[in-house]
């Protein structure tokens, strides 16, 4: 079936750096995208959204790209902290399905001093 | 204001019994809905529950069953456990399951190991 799925498992990066965690979906009848954080022993934790009719949506130190085109989206976060590191999860979902959202495998981000 | 409760967080039973999870949603949430992650994968959705009915269901078998009381706790049953189950069982809440209203708020899950 199809699922929203992740590059890379894996992304180090150096404190103060900025981190980008990419994420490629399938369903073209997607319009919701959802990014969250998992810390260990935790549930996921939401960090930004995004729906289909915008390209962009920036919060605090954290920046979603959404490109249709290529379905693809990606995390962007600034200036990486210690307390940054963590699985990251796209998550997708159809106008109507409110709750039921198609996760991907993960990215682990470790942050290094 | 509590967030999503989940009991038990570890529990350990064997192949061929049945488990009984239990969720309290966020204040003020009308919707419950169940996740199973297995170790290193992301969230897989099992149902989702709204006025004490199942409303969506994602490729799970019958095996899984659940349960929205009046209060809008839930239940997840799971019988004839296989070890395949054994995975972190996340419950989310929301409100107004019909509309993409935004963030789902998960509970620390509850960690089944089938032996």
């Known amino acids: 079936g199809e699922s929203v799925g992740l590059h890379l498992p894996t992304l180090s990066v150096q404190e103060g750096d900025n981190s980008i965690i990419n994420c490629a979906y399938s369903n073209s009848a997607s319009d919701y995208f959802i990014w969250y954080k998992q810390e260990s022993g935790k549930g996921p934790q939401f960090i930004i959204d995004?729906?289909?009719?915008?390209d962009k949506r920036q919060g605090q130190r954290v920046t979603v790209l959404l490109n249709k085109t290529v379905k693809h989206l990606s995390l962007q976060i600034a200036a990486t902290q210690p307390g940054d590191s963590a699985v990251y999860f796209c998550?997708?979902?159809?106008?109507?399905?409110?709750?039921?959202?198609?996760f991907g495998t993960g990215t682990r981000l470790q942050v290094t001093l | 204001d509590a967030g999503v409760t989940q009991s038990p967080t570890h529990l350990i039973k064997t192949r061929g019994q049945q488990v009984t999870l239990r969720c309290s949603p966020k204040?003020?949430?009308?919707?419950v809905s169940w996740y199973q992650q297995a170790l290193g994968q992301g969230p897989q959705f099992i149902f989702q529950?709204?006025?004490?009915?199942?409303?969506q269901r994602g490729n799970f078998p019958d095996r899984f069953s659940g349960h929205q009381f009046p209060n809008y706790s839930s239940e997840l049953n799971v019988n004839a456990l296989l070890l395949g189950d054994s995975a972190l069982y996340l419950c989310a809440s929301s409100l107004e399951y019909r509309t993409n209203t935004g963030e789902l708020f998960f509970g620390e899950g509850s960690r089944l190991t089938v032996l």
């Open positions: 998550a997708e979902n159809i106008a109507g399905t409110a709750s039921k959202l198609t």
């Open positions: 529950y709204y006025e004490e009915e199942e409303r």
């Open positions: 204040s003020g949430h009308d919707t």
């Open positions: 995004i729906r289909s009719n915008m």
